[in-house]
């Protein structure tokens, strides 16, 4: 079987990366997106365990197009009713980037006529579409005359974590968050700290990563689920292999820490509904009069209002730069912001740097090392007070 997982722009190569250790086969990345092959294990496995995918297409077939004519015409080869019965019902959805094709619903109106048609000249009846919750999803991709036709095997967008229950103005896409936790290549023993959490999204997301605990709930109503090979007992069997992977000790301590209330109130709620208390410690304190840490790892979101002027911006970026550097020897700090300008007034080098997209904001995921004093005096106590 071939497959296609959706991803974020930026996150492409994390996601090969956890293809690849589930053991998937010809992993090829492409734009927002990585190919791959596998059985119906592997289908089962991905979209259970993948912590960077938005959801999982099954290829079917792909073909080119004159007209709209030639996609019904295509389009009715198939033999649906393998995958679908006359009670079910289905959906379809088209992604059309085409300057002879402009019309997505249009072709998915073209689509669905072929559908219909083809149950209709067979059986004397035809399915039912619902939109909302179909038994089959059927996706439609169209790039210039190339037509792409899959399933959706993942039903809800796979960033749906759902242990979500209360957010912050302008949250962390699940995906996005659990991605930046893998970016930063966080080793998953040392202490990571998220000093401005908000609703707690990259911690939720890092806790889980350190304790091997599956990205989604078991029973979440997974697209393939409704599908007619589903198979429960070989589903169930892919189930406990990954639950009996679970770490119970020699956890990390993670923390979250918020200056507001409300954002620590919502992070608590997040935290408990995600089963997650016993791997996270959070409190309302201001980032800018902590006392700090020693050797941690932070990893943060820091928030900004863009109604607040280009100086403000510039000037708080500037004391998380100071405060790094005075209250944090030794640490590794990781910030993403979609302020790619007030980013330059940190006033630490980055040591690595990732362009991502936070929505639809272009945002800089960038690495500054902090020292346990100068690189001077590191240099001594390692080598001495050599002359060249």
């Not at 004519?69 to 198939?78: C, F, G, N, S």
């Not at 893998?182 to 000093?195: Q, V």
């Not at 992977?245 to 509904?273: F, R």
């Not at 800018?288 to 280009?310: C, T, V």
């Given at each position: 079987?071939?497959?296609?997982?959706?991803?974020?722009?930026?996150?492409?190569?994390t996601l090969a990366e956890e293809l690849t250790d589930l053991g998937a086969e010809d992993v090829t990345i492409?734009?927002?997106?990585?190919?791959?092959?596998?059985?119906?294990?592997?289908?089962?496995?991905?979209?259970?365990?993948?912590?960077?995918?938005?959801?999982?297409?099954?290829?079917?077939?792909?073909?080119?197009?004159?007209?709209?004519?030639?996609?019904?015409?295509?389009?009715?080869?198939?033999?649906?009713?393998?995958?679908?019965?006359?009670?079910?019902?289905?959906?379809?959805?088209?992604?059309?980037?085409?300057?002879?094709?402009?019309?997505?619903?249009?072709?998915?109106?073209?689509?669905?006529?072929?559908?219909?048609?083809?149950?209709?000249?067979?059986?004397?009846?035809?399915?039912?579409?619902?939109?909302?919750?179909?038994?089959?999803?059927?996706?439609?991709?169209?790039?210039?005359?190339?037509?792409?036709?899959?399933?959706?095997?993942?039903?809800?967008?796979?960033?749906?974590?759902?242990?979500?229950?209360?957010?912050?103005?302008?949250?962390?896409?699940?995906?996005?968050?659990?991605?930046?936790?893998?970016?930063?290549?966080?080793?998953?023993?040392?202490?990571?700290?998220?000093?401005?959490?908000?609703?707690?999204t990259i911690i939720c997301e890092a806790a889980r990563i350190a304790a091997n605990i599956p990205p989604q709930d078991p029973e979440r109503e997974f697209g393939f689920k409704k599908w007619r090979n589903f198979d429960p007992v070989l589903y169930q069997m892919v189930v406990d292999e990954e639950l009996a992977k679970v770490k119970t000790s020699e956890l990390p301590k993670i923390k979250g820490y918020d200056i507001s209330s409300k954002a620590i109130e919502y992070a608590t709620v997040n935290v408990q509904t995600a089963k997650l208390s016993d791997y996270i410690t959070l409190s309302e304190e201001d980032f800018f009069y902590q006392e700090g840490e020693e050797n941690a790892f932070l990893l943060f979101n820091p928030p900004y209002d863009e109604r607040l002027k280009e100086k403000d911006i510039c000037d708080f970026y500037s004391h998380i730069?100071?405060?790094?550097?005075?209250?944090?020897?030794?640490?590794?700090?990781?910030?993403?912001?979609?302020?790619?300008?007030?980013?330059?007034?940190?006033?630490?080098?980055?040591?690595?740097?990732?362009?991502?997209?936070?929505?639809?904001?272009?945002s800089l995921f960038a690495r500054f090392d902090m020292y346990a004093g100068s690189k001077k005096q590191k240099w001594k106590d390692k080598y001495g007070d050599q002359q060249s």
């Amino acid at each position: 079987m071939k497959f296609i997982a959706k991803t974020l722009e930026g996150l492409e190569q994390t996601l090969a990366e956890e293809l690849t250790d589930l053991g998937a086969e010809d992993v090829t990345i492409i734009k927002r997106a990585v190919l791959f092959s596998g059985n119906i294990v592997m289908l089962y496995r991905a979209n259970l365990m993948l912590r960077t995918c938005l959801r999982i297409l099954v290829f079917v077939k792909e073909f080119i197009i004159a007209s709209e004519d030639e996609l019904y015409a295509e389009v009715k080869k198939i033999h649906w009713e393998d995958y679908f019965s006359l009670e079910e019902t289905f959906a379809i959805d088209s992604v059309v980037s085409s300057e002879k094709f402009r019309h997505a619903n249009y072709m998915s109106l073209k689509a669905k006529d072929a559908i219909v048609d083809r149950f209709r000249e067979k059986y004397g009846s035809r399915p039912n579409v619902d939109t909302r919750d179909p038994a089959l999803r059927i996706n439609i991709h169209i790039r210039n005359t190339t037509v792409t036709l899959s399933l959706d095997s993942s039903g809800s967008s796979l960033h749906m974590r759902n242990y979500r229950k209360r957010v912050t103005e302008a949250p962390l896409n699940e995906v996005l968050a659990a991605g930046l936790v893998l970016l930063s290549g966080w080793d998953k023993m040392t202490m990571l700290i998220d000093p401005m959490c908000g609703s707690g999204t990259i911690i939720c997301e890092a806790a889980r990563i350190a304790a091997n605990i599956p990205p989604q709930d078991p029973e979440r109503e997974f697209g393939f689920k409704k599908w007619r090979n589903f198979d429960p007992v070989l589903y169930q069997m892919v189930v406990d292999e990954e639950l009996a992977k679970v770490k119970t000790s020699e956890l990390p301590k993670i923390k979250g820490y918020d200056i507001s209330s409300k954002a620590i109130e919502y992070a608590t709620v997040n935290v408990q509904t995600a089963k997650l208390s016993d791997y996270i410690t959070l409190s309302e304190e201001d980032f800018f009069y902590q006392e700090g840490e020693e050797n941690a790892f932070l990893l943060f979101n820091p928030p900004y209002d863009e109604r607040l002027k280009e100086k403000d911006i510039c000037d708080f970026y500037s004391h998380i730069g100071d405060k790094l550097k005075h209250a944090f020897p030794g640490c590794t700090a990781w910030i993403l912001s979609g302020h790619i300008e007030a980013m330059k007034h940190v006033g630490l080098k980055p040591s690595k740097k990732y362009h991502l997209l936070n929505g639809s904001i272009p945002s800089l995921f960038a690495r500054f090392d902090m020292y346990a004093g100068s690189k001077k005096q590191k240099w001594k106590d390692k080598y001495g007070d050599q002359q060249s």
